[in-house]
Antibody
Framework: QLQLQESGPGLVKPSETLSLTCTVS??????????WGWTRQPPGKGLEWIGT???????YYNPSLKSRVTISVDTSQNQFSLKLSSVTAADTAMYYC?????????????WGQGTMVTVSS | AIQMTQSPSSLSASVGDRVTISCRAS??????LGWYQQKPGKAPNLLIY???SLQSGVPSRFSGSGSGTDFTLTISSLQPEDFATYYC?????????FGPGTKVDIK
């Protein structure tokens, strides 16, 4: 069964770059039937979509973060990654990676457990 | 960007109650809408996709309806494990946008 696992530093200093990786296990990231994405949730708040990538490398970003976000895919490692530059305390959140499935009209059907990132000096 | 609103923002209900949550889009999104359940400390879980299709493994007491701009999630008989926060998500176009959530707690 396919699983997603986020990894990366739990603490990032203001103005630095947040870097997270999502490792896909139990299935291939290299499929035209899926998109792969990142969503975040500040403590006590709602969900915010960050961006999505296709196995080919095509990306789609939230305009509110677009100038600071880069999502990339490494099919050889079965991973995709998130980089968010110039972070501030407002970027403190739980970060989730997830899969969008074509058969489900591109709904997010599988999620990682999430990783908490705190921005603080 | 398409704005999503949900009502109510929270509700209190008892086990066995019928619960209805509404989601409205700022423009026509056909039926490109999903419903997600999130429990504290957990990742969201897909309940409904394409507005009314039940995700595999989700109990049949959950149902979704609507198209265009107005959508509804119904829980026919609330169970103890259903106390959670529910979010709608439009995947009609980018940027994908979530509703603000509806928290369902115990009366």
């Amino acid at each position: 069964q396919l699983q997603l696992q986020e990894s990366g530093p739990g603490l990032v200093k203001p103005s630095e770059t947040l870097s997270l990786t999502c490792t896909v296990s139990g299935g291939s990231i290299n499929s035209r039937r899926y998109f792969w994405g990142w969503t975040r949730q500040p403590p006590g708040k709602g969900l915010e979509w960050i961006g999505t990538i296709y196995y080919s490398g095509s990306t789609y970003y939230n305009p509110s973060l677009k100038s600071r976000v880069t999502i990339s895919v490494d099919t050889s490692q079965n991973q995709f990654s998130l980089k968010l530059s110039s972070v501030t305390a407002a970027d403190t959140a739980m970060y989730y990676c997830a899969r969008r499935h074509e058969d489900l009209r591109w709904a997010f059907d599988i999620w990682g457990q999430g990783t908490m990132v705190t921005v603080s000096s | 960007a398409i704005q999503m609103t949900q009502s109510p923002s929270s509700l209190s209900a008892s086990v066995g109650d019928r619960v209805t949550i509404s989601c409205r889009a700022s423009q026509d999104i056909r039926n490109d809408l999903g419903w997600y359940q999130q429990k504290p400390g957990k990742a969201p879980n897909l309940l409904i996709y394409a507005a009314s299709s039940l995700q595999s493994g989700v109990p049949s007491r959950f149902s979704g309806s609507g198209s265009g701009t107005d959508f509804t999630l119904t829980i026919s008989s609330l169970q103890p494990e259903d106390f959670a926060t529910y979010y709608c998500l439009q995947d009609y176009n980018y940027p994908l946008t979530f509703g603000p959530g509806t928290k369902v707690d115990i009366k």
